[in-house]
């Protein structure tokens, strides 16, 4: 806002009793040069800053991507085999990890085969994220599933509901 203000406002002082024309010409161009020295500055800086968005945007692409945004830089590239539909869990392993990487489904075999696109450099890091995903599904196999857990939950609270059931009017009072 101070930038707006001062853009605005024009402040001229002479020096001087009187003012004559030549000193009124000579304030009025300074004051032009000034304006226009501050436009030019300002372009500067906007160009300075489109060329940074533009450097920005030239930036790799991380995460899934195409084959061919893959192999844009040249580097030489590596694949792996998966056999299981489940990549969603997979995706999140190699975000963490920063790998850059495409999916291919292989539909000529019946049941269809993954094929993991990575860059040759990223075969460290996709090991870890390969370990932890296999952790990952292993535990998952491990664990007993929600459905498991709430169908004997169920049987408990059945069998509680039938002892209720089993009042007796006769509390032990005697007549």
């Known amino acids: 806002m101070q930038d707006e203000v001062s853009?605005?406002?024009i402040a001229m002082s002479i020096n001087g009793g009187k003012i004559s024309a030549r000193i009124l010409k000579?304030?009025?161009?300074?004051?032009l040069d000034n304006?226009?020295?501050?436009?030019?500055?300002?372009?500067q800086k906007q160009q300075a800053a489109s060329v940074k968005h533009k450097e920005k945007k030239q930036t790799v692409n991380r995460g899934k991507q195409s084959l061919k945004k893959l192999t844009e830089n040249g580097?030489?590239?590596?694949?792996?085999?998966?056999?299981?539909?489940n990549i969603k869990s997979f995706a999140k392993c190699a975000r963490k990890y920063h790998i850059d990487y495409s999916l291919k489904k292989d539909k000529s075999v019946s049941p269809p085969r993954y094929f993991v696109f990575f860059?040759?450099?990223?075969?460290?890091?996709?090991?870890?994220?390969?370990?932890?995903?296999?952790?990952?599904?292993l535990k998952k196999e491990k664990k007993p599933s929600v459905r498991q857990k709430l169908q004997l939950a169920k049987e408990r609270v059945a069998g509680h509901r039938e002892r209720e059931k089993t009042r007796h009017k006769d509390r032990g009072q005697e007549i």
């Open 7 to 9: 853009e605005k406002l």
């Open 26 to 31: 000579e304030t009025l161009e300074k004051a």
């Open 35 to 43: 304006m226009e020295q501050s436009a030019q500055q300002k372009q």
């Open 75 to 85: 580097a030489q590239l590596s694949n792996i085999e998966i056999t299981d539909g």
């Open 119 to 137: 860059r040759a450099k990223d075969v460290d890091t996709l090991t870890a994220a390969f370990k932890e995903y296999t952790g990952r599904t």
